[in-house]
């Protein structure tokens, strides 16, 4: 599996966009960058994944590289209970995943 | 969406007891369960694999005795914490994979207190 390299811990003022980057300079032309966030005591939660082209739903957008080395979540306008830890995940179809360290990410009003 | 179901939420046993935690696919078949464990202020780290029908395959340096995992049907996976000791103390979750756009779904975790 390739790996994936993100900042520990980022701030974020309420309200305002908050920026994740990720960096998977090793990553494959078949592996998906998946990203999904954990807060305390419970278990993580999908975020969004992506391919090669940038991605958006209700919760985040997904800004992959051209050369797919590193990509950036963004959560658009964060607020107080986006506080968690954003893990960044390479991985292929019928592998299994595995977590990094991830991104403490905390939303201060 | 894919929802999985992970049972109990909390447990406190004795040591030296053993105890079962079940994931259960609610609205999905999965093939493939995943466990893992998470100590306070750390990552998630892959136990093992459960294959319906099958073994379950482990990760190194994880004691497949210690840890028993069955995988009985589509819909459930259950992990088997025996002879239990303080040291397995610990949040453990399961995770399934679902074929829809979710990738893979994850319980909502189990913390496991041994005293």
């Known amino acids: 599996d390739a790996k994936t390299t993100q900042p520990p811990s980022m701030d974020c003022a309420e309200g305002r966009a908050a920026n994740l980057p990720c960096n998977h300079s090793?990553?494959?032309?078949?592996?998906?960058v998946y990203w999904y966030r954990q807060i305390h005591s419970q278990g993580p939660q999908y975020i969004i994944h992506?391919?090669?082209n940038n991605e958006t739903n209700e919760m985040a957008s997904l800004i992959i590289t051209e050369d797919r080395k590193s990509s950036t979540l963004i959560l658009p306008h964060a607020t107080l209970r986006d506080t968690a830890v954003y893990y960044c995940?390479?991985?292929?179809?019928?592998?299994?995943?595995?977590f990094g360290a991830g991104t403490r990410l905390t939303v201060k009003p | 969406g894919a929802v999985v179901s992970q049972h109990p939420s909390r447990v406190i046993c004795k040591s030296g007891t053993s105890v079962k935690i079940e994931c259960r696919s609610l609205?999905?078949?999965?093939?493939?369960m995943f466990w893992y464990r998470q100590f306070p202020k750390q990552s998630l780290m892959l136990m093992a694999t459960?294959?319906?029908?099958?073994?379950?395959?482990?990760e190194q340096g994880v004691e497949k005795d210690k840890f028993l995992i069955n995988h009985a049907s589509l819909t459930l996976s259950t992990l088997t914490v025996t002879s239990a000791h303080p040291e397995d103390s610990s949040f453990y979750i399961c995770?399934?994979?679902?074929?829809?756009?979710?990738?893979?779904?994850f319980g909502s975790g189990t913390r496991l207190t041994v005293v």
């Open positions: 995770s399934a994979r679902s074929t829809g756009a979710y990738g893979y779904t």
């Open positions: 090793t990553i494959s032309g078949n592996e998906y």
């Open positions: 992506g391919l090669k």
């Open positions: 995940i390479v991985m292929g179809n019928n592998n299994d995943m595995r």
């Open positions: 609205d999905f078949q999965a093939t493939t």
């Open positions: 459960s294959n319906e029908g099958s073994k379950a395959t482990y």
